[in-house]
């Protein structure tokens, strides 16, 4: 049985077409079917074990990282000098999260709690919770300037119950002390004769009240009836906005609750989120690309405009009373203590603060915040968070305590929360979102190119047989005209 080559070929090129055909599809499908995967594995769903378990039970190692501005010249700064300050640290803790009371309700959101818990991770500090720190005492520096109005006889009278429960304008306590909170008379009289003046019942201490605690009722979208608000807010303690501002924009709680976000990003997309911690909601903007263990980032930082005062960013006047840029007024959320946040070292604020204290070095690679965070689905992969809690402070006469303090805005402490994905969560990570889309783009493009590769080939061969057969046909037309001839 003879084979024709020329169908043969005819069907090679049938062949290379519908490769290259299903290859143009798969280029077309293929995108959207990492899309469609993406979309499913990303909303809040039991039924999305993975993701699920990820959102639920946070299993990436996230630490806390604090710092202490220990006073070095508490004696002088009574008598008017300049303070002066070194850093001390990082005591490091691991920060355990976890949802509980998690509802699903009928319109696409659901409620939970979310839990956090510290433990200190002495291998990681550099040094220990019985290191010995000076810092100013929030509990009389603060309180004079909340009381600085008051008739002056009431304020001789706060002043002498300083004297009587032994409290001085600085603190000397131990890192843990300090952290989690410490004995103080003055804390236990308060409590007793004044209930719910001071933010915890307890003892005292700069993150007693965060401890075995819960950062409020969330409320957020799912994202199943529309994947771009995932995430998102719906409402935080039953509130669709806040009371604590001027203006109903700086009230708005907007964003997500800070952990994940809508998949699908583009540069032009930014990083909203709310915190309870800072009592608003904050945006960070795309700084540049870059990548983690082969997997393509955003890095988003903040703007400059975050914690800028109302006269150089007018969006922001409904955080004020403002003072320099760079500072965040959340006395209205603080019991009405003036406590302002900034970032690490007054990075990115106004110069001037860095006039009134002796030892503030700031950088952007230390002091500034970024997430890094995959795009496509919206998760972060690496995640530096810095604040730092600053204390304003001033003489106010008749409370002694004050000495002759100069006004300034004192640091206190900074921290960075932190953490990366890494292990078993990094290569899954790694093979869905890296190893698997260059797969396919490989088969799509391979296919392409086989098919072409086949139908050139297949092309050559059927006109090579038809060429062959052209030439069989005019010797053979030739020999039977040549035999006509001789025959005639």
């Known amino acids: 049985m003879t084979i024709d080559k020329s169908k043969v070929a005819v069907g090679f090129v049938v062949a290379g077409v519908l490769t290259v055909f299903f290859g143009t599809v798969l280029a077309f499908v293929g995108p959207l079917i990492i899309d469609d995967q993406i979309v499913k594995n990303t909303m809040i769903d039991p039924k999305n074990e993975m993701s699920y378990t990820m959102w639920k039970d946070i299993p990436v190692p996230f630490y806390m990282s604090v710092y202490f501005f220990n006073v070095l010249n508490p004696k002088e700064i009574l008598k008017g000098e300049k303070p002066m300050v070194e850093q001390k640290g990082p005591y490091v803790y691991r920060k355990r999260c976890q949802k509980d009371n998690i509802t699903f309700h009928p319109n696409n959101t659901v409620s939970y709690r979310e839990y956090r818990k510290y433990f200190f991770e002495p291998t990681m500090s550099k040094g220990n919770e019985s290191d010995v720190v000076t810092i100013p005492n929030m509990l009389v520096l603060g309180a004079a300037v909340m009381m600085e109005n008051l008739p002056f006889a009431l304020r001789l009278m706060i002043s002498a119950s300083f ?215 919206g998760v972060p992969l690496n995640v530096s968070i810095r604040l730092q809690l600053n204390l304003y402070m001033k003489r106010v006469s008749g409370i002694t305590e004050t000495g002759k303090i100069s006004e300034v805005v004192m640091p206190m402490i900074w921290f960075e929360e932190s953490g990366y994905i890494d292990g078993p969560i990094l290569n899954t990570f790694h093979t869905n979102l890296v190893i698997l889309p260059a797969v396919m783009e490989y088969m799509q493009y391979g296919f392409i190119a086989l098919g072409l590769m086949t139908i050139i080939i297949a092309s050559l061969v059927h006109y090579k047989v038809k060429r062959s057969r052209t030439k069989v046909s005019i010797e053979v037309e030739k020999t039977m005209i040549s035999f006509v001839q001789n025959g005639l």
């Not at 870059?290 to 703007?303: F, N, S, T, W």
Request: negative net charge; aromatic residues 14%; contains cysteine.
């Open 163 to 377: 004297k009587t429960f032994n409290e001085g304008p600085f603190l000397t306590k131990t890192v843990g002390e300090l952290m989690w909170g410490y004995d103080s008379g003055l804390v236990d009289f308060l409590n007793t004769y004044l209930p719910g003046m001071l933010p915890s019942s307890g003892k005292f201490g700069l993150f007693a009240e965060f401890n075995n605690s819960n950062t409020g009722l969330f409320t957020i979208f799912t994202g199943k009836d529309d994947i771009r608000n995932v995430h998102k807010v719906d409402s935080w303690n039953g509130l669709t906005e806040l009371n604590y501002w001027r203006t109903p924009q700086c009230n708005m709680i907007n964003g997500t609750a800070g952990q994940m976000w809508p998949p699908f990003m583009t540069k032009e997309s930014t990083l909203p989120f709310y915190s309870p911690d800072a009592c608003r909601s904050m945006e960070l903007v795309y700084q540049r690309p870059g990548e983690m263990h082969g997997i393509p980032l955003y890095r988003y930082v903040a703007p400059k405009t975050l914690f800028a005062n109302g006269t150089d960013y007018t969006p922001n006047e409904g955080f004020c009373p403002c003072r320099q840029s760079g500072l965040l007024n959340v006395s209205s959320c603080r019991h009405n203590s003036p406590v302002f946040i900034s970032h690490p070292h007054f990075f990115n604020a106004d110069p001037v603060l860095l006039d009134y204290v002796h030892g503030l070095h700031p950088n952007e690679e230390e002091h500034g915040l970024f997430i890094d965070i995959h795009p496509q689905t």
